[in-house]
């Protein structure tokens, strides 16, 4: 079997595999209950705007950073999904016998690898993207506010989800299932803790403290992936009126990506990925 047949087929399996687990109803329902929390709350604000309490300027305002606000909620929810999805991807094939059956065969293990990474990625990428469409009709539906660039926000999701899967299928090269799952969250969580104080420091004009969420987001790219996200979620309109007053609110982000850190993700993990696949060469089974 050719190595580019070999990647397709094992993606294939891990993305059927993945669609049985039963961590895709666990994210489906988690996944609703959000949509209907928040649209509940979306609709609240379309009546507090029939009312005349707000003005459109605030009304965008504050659509925007709900928006944001919810879709932390589901880009948390990917994470944890997918982190745990990564997880038995080596260590709970290779714990069970899987892998030494699959691997009898003459087939390299970076293509077996890579097919399970394309399979996670396609499964992670595609909830992440469908959620956060499905998040930007409610808000249209309730408060008639559609972001300004909503498929660069997703795309961005998509990336952000990417990076966490790498680091799950890391993870899961060296230490058990549950173990790479929550280490990977708990990343996750940290390096958004890192930005937040970042962006604190930021707005005391205090570098060192500043520096913090800099150094993370290199470290980790998720939280500057989900804040270039944030960005293209956000009104511009009401940026430039009430900005200056919300300098540190977390979500809030004041300026796009580069195209440096993007290339730099990029590289981020396709050396996460050659890691990977060196120790799962190395690695007993």
């Given at each position: ?56 300027g605030q009304t965008r305002l504050v659509a925007s950073q709900l928006l944001n606000l919810v ?215």
């Amino acid at each position: 079997m050719s190595t580019t047949r070999t990647v397709l087929t094992v993606a294939a399996l891990t993305l059927r595999e993945a669609t049985r687990r039963r961590v895709l109803l666990a994210l489906a329902v988690l996944t609703v209950a959000l949509l209907a929390l928040s649209g509940w709350g979306f609709s609240r604000l379309g009546a507090e705007v029939d009312a005349g309490g707000l003005t459109s300027g605030q009304t965008r305002l504050v659509a925007s950073q709900l928006l944001n606000l919810v879709m932390f909620g589901l880009s948390l929810v990917a994470a944890l999904g997918t982190a745990f999805l990564a997880g038995p991807t080596v260590s709970g094939e290779t714990e069970s016998g899987v892998a030494l059956a699959v691997l009898a065969r003459p087939v390299r293990r970076g293509a077996v690898l890579l097919g399970k990474q394309l399979g996670l990625v396609a499964f992670g990428t595609g909830f992440v993207v469908l959620a956060g469409l499905a998040q930007c009709l409610v808000v249209r539906a309730t408060v008639d506010y559609w972001p300004p660039e909503p498929a660069e926000a997703l795309l961005l999701l998509a990336g952000q989800t990417t990076v966490l899967l790498t680091l799950g299928v890391l993870l899961s090269t060296v230490v058990s299932p549950m173990a790479s799952g929550v280490v990977a969250v708990g990343l996750f969580g940290a390096a958004w803790v890192a930005g937040v104080v970042g962006g604190i420091g930021q707005a005391l004009g205090n570098e060192g403290v500043e520096r913090v969420g800099t150094v993370s987001r290199m470290l980790l790219p998720t939280d500057g992936l989900w804040r270039g996200a944030m960005h293209a979620l956000q009104d511009p309109t009401a940026l430039a009126q009430f900005g200056p007053a919300l300098d540190g609110f977390p979500f809030l982000s004041q300026a796009p990506l580069t195209t440096a850190y993007l290339l730099w993700a990029a590289a981020w993990v396709a050396m996460v990925w050659g890691l990977a696949a060196l120790s799962f060469q190395r690695r007993d089974l």
